[in-house]
């Protein structure tokens, strides 16, 4: 059995106590991991905060800390089987996703290294003859990261790569449900040289570790990703601090379907939006909103592809669904399919807990076209797709921004027109147009509503992880003037 630790202050620790990990494919307990409670979610903090302001991370250029991030990013893409095999063992994600996900997370720390010397600061025209003002960008501080177990390495990339380049120290936490892939990248970041203090990485439970972290008096700003209503303790939490916050939620995504597009291309993408990655994703297309004229033709191909879809073990380079994460979110899936079919949803395929160990859930679809159904309103975070059809584009907009969610959406049309109006009009953060679920290091990432608010990704990015610093330098020898007059 495998036996992780903690990693506070440059040096790898056992914590005040430990728990299990359990398998999801198997139910079974695979390794024994730290659990950081309030005193060495402290000293982590404290750690950080020293690395801040005091020894060789707070002396470097931002040229030097490039070429740190770029020496990670290559420890990444080296060890990128390692982690993929950790990440699938410990959250049931499938490896071949994990394997191409974790090679591609390696780009997304070269980005930020390129950006870090790329920060600048400003000089203004200022209206007084004898001041030259300007501005300076310097790092937010002790940053707090609350990170969750699915696409934990890349959910981390997006924060640790732009805080790097920025400048900040951090204290990440990793999921309780799934620590360990970001318990052993702490090796590569200790591998790589960053100075100790720089990047601390924990995993805990509620009050003693995550409540602890986000309130902790020296934390400037927390990342977090997760629930709206864990979201809602965190922000509570940083009222205790008045820290920043930058939060990437949830969603209830609409994928629209219009008679026009390319029908084979919008099946498989659909495909890709709900069922990959087990549903288990904050931009799951979780609602097909399509043309009534096709509906049926196109839920045929969407059922058979469904059925044809491979469920096994997740280390199976064959297997394309794996387990849920947990038996709790199983639970979850399983009532809420349940529920909605109680209501008048019809059960197209799946939708039966299978008998067995792990915790497995079959693709599953409803048809809620008429109803009132709860799986069109509530979040699964499973591989389960509600279905409603429309007649015209405007329903079809309506039924779009029919969510208090805001993360991400699809339309597949081949009418540009309608392409642009549908773009302008569906609140949403990320809007894909005949594609679905694609991400870059460029481009920024981030939702309205109850999804949160921040972005992560692009230079944006950066940005959220600096302050602005205004500096007047009087250049005249006059004497100071009037003390009782503001200049």
Known sequence: ?????????????????????????????????????????????????????????????????????????????????????????????????????????????????GLADKIEGAHLPIDKPDMEVWLRREPVGVVAMVVPWNSQLFLSAVKIGPALAAGCTMVVKASEDGPAPLLEFARLVHEAGFPAGVVNIITGFGPACGAALTRHPKIAHVAFTGGPEAARHVVRNSAENLASTSLELGGKSPFVVFADADLESAVNAQVAGIFAATGQSCVAGSRLIVERSIKDAFLARLKAKAEAIRIGSPLDMATEVGPLATRRQQDHVDALVKSSVAAGAKLLTGGVRPEGPGHFYPPTILDCDGIASPSLVNEFFGPVLSVVSFETEAEALALANDTHYGLAAGVFTQNLGRAHRMTRGIRAGVVWINTYRAVSPIAPFGGFGLSGHGREGGMAAVLDYTRTKTVWLKTSDDPFPDPFVMR
């Open 1 to 113: 059995m495998q036996r992780f630790q903690l990693y506070i202050d440059g040096t790898f620790q056992d914590g005040e106590a430990r728990f299990d990990s359990l398998d999801p494919a198997t139910g079974e307990v695979w390794a024994e991991m730290p659990e950081a409670r309030e005193a060495d979610v402290d000293r982590a903090v404290e750690a950080a905060d020293r690395a801040l302001y005091d020894g060789p991370w707070a002396r470097m250029t931002a040229t030097q800390r490039g070429k740190l991030l770029y020496r990670l990013a290559d420890l990444i893409a080296a060890n990128a089987q390692t982690l993929a095999e950790l990440e699938t063992r410990d959250t049931g994600k499938i490896i071949r996703e994990t394997s191409a996900q974790i090679t591609y997370v390696a780009d997304y720390y070269r980005y930020y290294a």
